[in-house]
């Protein structure tokens, strides 16, 4: 009788090794303990007492791999429900992070399988757990202490020097590790220095721009989160020959995180459809708000607050402006052309190009279905598509001797679809049976989901920050001054951002992310002292949700007559 340690044997299915070959019909596959240790065409034989799986009509795939996501304390059952086994997280407190990485490998919590580097190595931190070395020496200690505490790769993050870079990737290859970064400036030297891949495609639209009027348009983009997308529309094509055989060559690993531009390029009020439609489910209960409303009103903190257009103007309006006002949206929708003419000469010369969604700043799970459509609809062949969040993922992880293909001897992580993925790549969401570890998982969601070990504090990446207001431009009026304009100074401003003056809101006009201007009309001028104040829309970046700045105190007098 089957129980449920026994072995499990799946039949009859369609199998997609995520070798890149034929699929096999018919297929036997025997999981032992947590190890597939039959993978045949055809019958085989099997334990008496196995647990025996018919999938006839079905496929079976690798268990999928989001090689970019921020882990967060209540993602686990939203991944494992879409068939995401493994992740790889790029920026966590350490302690946290490998507490969480142990607790879901011995059981303890729901979730899937995940690999670490803690905070990362930045030139300027932001957050505590950043780690900012002063020279290369600093940078290889630092590293190492990473490696005896338990990290499973290295990362670098916007800013860092080459001669930084070079030092980590020297300690984390003398221990089999990868080394990921997230640029701002060309790829290539880095690749040189041995970073083995980057986040966000980052660095490689830079590599492509050369002409002057390029170079001025790509230093014109002064918001950090702009230069996700915006470096696109201004990348070269003539160049793209060049930098993709030279990445191909290298064995680079490129991220593209394409799941990012789905505001642009018109499928937001698709998506939030389908996510509101998900997270209505009772069991998804314990999502918190501000999680909520990023994914069904923000989407992605880049591009603001759903429009108040129809669906069909999301598409075809091009002077409507997004990214902080930065580029119309017609020109991001061409950025977005030119990113996937970069993916499809990588991939024909032999390049590396992995899945990564960048969850949560997308619903964790569903996003890696929709990346690898987007990826299909970059030219990729189903099949690369899938080997990107299965074989080649599990090879930028550094894991390709455990994970990502459905071999004997591997560690057992499949997904059983009802579809044939190969001729519509949709049909990877079609998710019948989740296997990890050589467990059959309840994929079902619990609204008692609970996660023992809560992360340290409450700073998120994804939400608006609070504003800072240092100061006004004048601080006195008079009761009969007529309406004015006040241009306020402070830091973490966007175009969301509203001035309240005595409370009120008045029309705001973002400037930069330290500057807005603010027309005060007259019927709010009372003689006495007002405090002015600036909030960002929800969901923010600290747990206090009703909290929008310090306030600056203002004095109205009485006007002077004669």
Not at 120 to 133: D, L, M
Not at 209 to 225: H, Q, V
């Amino acid at each position: 009788m089957a129980g449920k340690n026994s072995p499990i044997v799946i039949r009859g299915a369609r199998l997609i090794d995520g070798n890149g070959g034929k699929p096999i019909d018919d297929a036997t596959i025997v999981i032992e303990g947590n190890h597939f240790s039959r993978v045949v065409a055809g019958k085989a034989d099997f334990p008496i007492e196995a647990r025996v799986i018919e999938a006839s009509g079905k496929t079976v795939l690798p268990g999928l791999i989001d090689n970019h996501v921020h882990y967060r304390d209540l993602l686990g059952e939203l991944f494992l429900a879409h068939g995401v086994t493994s992740v790889r997280d790029l920026g966590n407190p350490l302690d946290w992070i490998l507490a969480q990485r142990d607790a879901v490998s011995h059981g303890k919590i729901a979730g899937p399988r995940i690999f670490c580097a803690g905070g990362g190595f930045y030139s300027r931190a932001t957050a505590a757990h950043h780690q900012v070395p002063a020279n290369p020496a600093d940078a290889k200690a630092m590293m190492q202490d990473l490696i005896r505490q338990g990290v499973d790769y290295a990362k670098i993050h916007l800013g860092v020097p080459l001669e930084i870079a070079r030092a980590v990737a020297d300690e984390a290859r003398a221990v089999g590790f990868k080394l990921t970064a997230h640029l701002d400036t060309s790829i290539l030297p880095y690749v040189d220095a041995g970073v083995d891949g980057v986040e966000h495609a980052s660095g490689c639209a830079e590599a492509t721009i050369r002409s002057a009027e390029g170079l001025k348009n790509l230093a014109s983009i002064k918001l950090w989160l702009a230069k996700f997308l915006a470096c696109w529309t201004f990348a070269e094509r003539e160049h793209y020959a060049e930098v993709t055989e030279f990445l191909a060559q290298k064995g680079t690993y490129i991220e593209p995180t394409m799941v990012l531009w789905g505001a642009p390029v018109g499928r937001r009020e698709k998506w939030e459809r389908e996510d509101y439609e998900l997270l209505k489910t009772p069991g998804l209960s314990y999502i918190p708000e501000d999680l909520r409303l990023l994914w069904l009103d923000h989407y992605y903190l880049a591009f603001g607050k759903r429009s108040e257009a129809a669906p069909e103007q999301d598409v075809v309006i091009g002077n409507r402006y997004s990214i902080y006002g930065i580029l119309p949206e017609a020109q991001l929708r061409e950025g977005y052309k030119r990113l996937q003419e970069f993916l499809w000469c990588l991939v024909k010369a032999g390049g590396n190009v992995v899945t990564g969604t960048d969850a949560p700043a997308v619903v964790p799970g569903v996003s890696l279905h929709r990346e690898m459509e987007f990826l299909v609809e970059a030219g990729l062949s189903p099949m690369q598509a899938i080997q990107s969040a299965t074989k080649v993922g599990a090879q930028y992880l550094g894991q390709e001797k455990q994970l990502g293909t459905v071999e004997e001897g591997k560690l057992a992580d499949l997904i059983i679809v009802r579809g044939d993925p190969l001729k519509e790549i949709t049909q990877t969401r079609t998710i019948d049976l989740v296997i990890k570890d050589g467990e059959i998982l309840d994929t079902s969601f619990h609204a008692s989901f609970t996660n023992p070990i809560p992360r340290p504090y409450s700073q998120e990446f994804y939400g608006y920050p609070i504003p800072k207001l240092d100061k006004i431009s004048r601080q006195v009026a008079g009761e009969r001054d007529g309406d004015f304009e006040l241009t306020l100074s402070g830091k973490d401003f966007f175009p969301e951002s509203v001035v309240r003056f005595g409370g009120s809101p008045v029309p705001t006009r973002f400037l930069s992310q330290n500057a807005v201007a603010a027309t005060v009309p007259s019927h709010l001028l009372k003689v006495g002292t007002i405090p002015i104040s600036v909030s960002n829309p929800k969901p923010h970046e600290f747990a206090d949700k009703g909290a929008t700045s310090n306030s600056v105190n203002f004095i109205v007098k009485f006007a002077l007559v004669g």
